[in-house]
């Protein structure tokens, strides 16, 4: 369903700043400025097809691209829910490869953990997602003589046609397409649609993405984060250089959630698509057809600024001229010549 309760739009502005998950994206503008400033150029020699900001790393390679894409769970996150933890880590870089357009072929993991048993669960996530998604775990690097359980996972895939965050374009429609049919894992976050729903099922909903894209009806996308809807927003806004109005009651929602939670809720499957207005009918029936929401919430802009807007109440969310959010499309160059040498 869609609409909100009526909500102090500005408030809910200064609420998102203050938020985790804005706070660790805002994060990023700093690690890639200080890489930015001590690392030689060097990303042509990859011929590397997007800018740092993306899902996923794409690299030309052939008649398509090779994705590269890595996810760290937060450590409380580890520690509170290692099984969940573990899914998560295979699930959420399953999702990146696909919100770029790709598909899927093999992850690795790094794990720390205090003792083997201490890492069990988590092993047992990792091994039940990688059947689910048909993901295999191929390598990783394990230390289980640590203090703290740390999970990183990595994965490789490959596109044929990329969704880019850096595609949208003025007079775009903003779409959210998110499956409703799941629950909170309390007390985090995480909107869980995968646990427990069919696996051929939860493969065929992610198969629209790169259908998508090589059908020639969307090219920019980004799958919803930590950072929420709205931070998502801004993440693929902002590699777009451009800037869009959202209108709070578009927004799809499941029933009997608060509405403000569902905002910040990182979704086990959720993306912003940023869709010209020709092909938003097609694109909104594809996700329909298999009972996934889809709606337009948005209109991009060239205003470098993003509105929130509630019936007759707006607020500014971001001024990308006063400040990066996570200062995408800086140049980040790749080390392999130098390394070479």
């Known amino acids: 369903m869609s609409g909100a309760n009526a909500i102090d739009v500005q408030r809910l502005v200064e609420r998102l700043h203050a938020s985790r998950g ?11 400025a200080s ?6 150029r060097g990303t042509d020699d990859l011929a590397q097809a997007v800018g740092v900001g993306d899902d996923c790393a794409a690299i030309r390679d052939g008649d398509g691209y090779l994705l590269f894409a890595i996810e760290g769970m ?28 790709g598909r899927p072929l093999a992850v690795v993991d790094a794990l720390w953990s205090d003792g083997i048993d201490s ?3 988590v092993l047992a996530g990792m091994a039940a997602a990688s059947v689910v998604y048909r993901v295999p775990v191929v390598g990783g690097h394990t230390n289980t003589r640590s203090a703290t359980s740390q999970l990183a996972v990595s994965i490789v895939g490959r596109a044929q046609a990329l969704l880019s965050s850096f595609h949208a374009r003025p007079g ?18 995480f909107w869980n649609a995968s646990v427990g729903s069919p696996a051929e099922r939860l493969r065929a909903d ?13 090219d920019a996308a980004k799958d919803i984060s930590m950072a929420g809807t709205l931070g998502t927003a801004l993440m693929l806004l902002e590699c777009s250089k451009v800037g869009a109005r959202i209108d709070l009651d578009a927004i799809p929602r499941p029933d009997g959630v608060d509405f403000e939670r569902w905002l910040s809720a990182f979704p086990s499957y959720g993306f912003l698509l940023s869709v010209r207005e020709a092909h938003v009918e097609q694109v909104v029936a594809r996700f329909a057809a298999r009972s996934l929401a889809c709606m337009q919430i ?18 500014l969310l971001w001024d990308f001229r006063d400040g990066a959010f996570i200062g995408a499309g800086t140049a980040v160059p790749a080390l392999a010549r130098d390394l070479a040498s």
């Not at 804005?22 to 890639?32: P, W």
């Not at 775009?172 to 976050?189: I, K, Q, S």
């Not at 992610?206 to 894209?213: G, N, R, T, W």
Request: proline share 5%; glycine share 6%.
């Open 298 to 315: 948005g209109i991009v802009d060239v205003s470098h600024e993003v509105v929130l807007q509630q019936r007759d109440e707006s607020a």
């Open 172 to 189: 775009d429609r903003l779409l959210m397409a998110v499956d409703l049919r799941g629950r909170f894992e309390d007390p985090h976050p």
């Open 74 to 101: 937060v450590t409380d996150f580890v520690a509170t829910m290692p099984w969940f933890a573990g899914y998560s880590s295979v699930m959420v870089n399953v999702s990146d490869i696909y919100a770029m357009g």
């Open 22 to 32: 804005f706070q660790h994206k805002t994060d990023i503008a700093g690690v890639v």
């Open 119 to 121: 890492a069990d669960q």
């Open 206 to 218: 992610l198969e629209l993405l790169p259908s998508l894209a090589e059908d020639g009806l969307c």
């Open 35 to 40: 890489l930015a400033s001590r690392l030689p």
